[in-house]
């Protein structure tokens, strides 16, 4: 008798088949709206395996319904929606998706710092809008990025990947992370700083870090009050990072200059959030790793974790 899978989420043909192949598998059979809670409640009664997004909250109560789950595999780096504690009492293995997105989550977090410091988004709406008479001296003036500072909040994988490609711009970088990185430092010529320094210092503050309790609410109104008038914040990390009600504050009474976000504490995020209503803000719809390529590496390493764990194996990606 074939293990069980249940996959949140309407994947790929040649992705199915591999688990197929091993499992007998069923699948939310959208592509663009998450299964419903009821639903996933229902699906993961019996399943040795659950393949599974970020929109997907698998909490303790999720976990109590579950009486054979041996493995969640998240296609994700991040796993903030999983109850890992509750998984590993219960002797439930946990899996990412690191490093096959570094790359594609890099060049799309200088995307939005460029768009965001040279205003395109705002100038295509002014084009298309009619406004576009004639041209003047600060017509949509943006800031310079060749030659500026970058403060790098978070230096892992994606991080390393961001100092490179700003290396590129001539650009000054400085970064804080829990733990030093000489070899790195060397490697790319970067300056280690205390957070508040370089809030401080940065003209573009990118934030880099996981998200977690430590983390939830780092940067404030406390560390936005440190940034410069002409800074940019980017987040392409997660919206719990940022005090969203504290940002919209700062950018509408001019603390700092402008935001570039991917990312959003309630996601989908509100069409009435506040922050939506400012020009000085560039949205994304959480893209990062979204190039073709990538969410199909994403999909083929969340299916090899997660036969590995059926089968008894050590997933190439273990959380837990």
Known sequence: MKPKVYITRKIPNEI???????????????????????????????VDGLFCLLTESIDQALLDR???????????????NIDVEAAKKRGIRVTNTPGVLTETTADLTFALLMSTARRL????????????????????????????????IGMGRIGEALARRAKGFNMNILYYNRSRKPVVEKELGLQYTE???????????CIMTPY??????????????????????????RGGIVNEDALYHALKN?????????????????????????????????????S???RMKMAELAAE????????????HLVV
């Open 16 to 46: 199915v088949s591999k688990i197929e192949a091993v499992c007998e598998v069923r699948m939310w059979q959208e592509e663009e709206k998450p299964v419903p809670r009821e639903v996933l409640e229902k699906e993961i009664a019996d």
């Open 66 to 80: 579950a009486h054979a789950l041996k493995v969640i595999s998240n296609m994700a780096v991040g796993y903030n």
């Open 121 to 152: 988004v705002e100038s295509t709406e002014y084009l298309r809008s009619g406004k576009w008479e004639t041209w003047s001296p600060l017509q949509l003036a943006g800031q310079d990025i060749y030659g500026a500072t970058l403060g790098i």
């Open 195 to 205: 957070m508040d320094e370089l809030l401080q210092e940065a003209d573009f503050v």
């Open 212 to 237: 977690t309790p430590e983390t939830n609410n780092l940067i404030g109104e406390r560390e936005l009050s440190l940034m410069k008038n002409t800074s940019i914040l980017i987040n392409t990390a």
């Open 254 to 290: 001019g603390v700092i200059w402008a935001a570039g976000l991917d990312v959003f504490e309630k996601e989908p995020v509100p069409l009435d959030h506040p922050l939506l209503t400012l020009p000085n803000v560039v949205t994304l719809p959480h893209i990062g790793s979204a």
């Open 292 to 294: 073709i390529k990538t």
């Open 305 to 316: 974790n997660l036969l590995a764990a059926i089968r008894n194996e050590t997933p190439k």
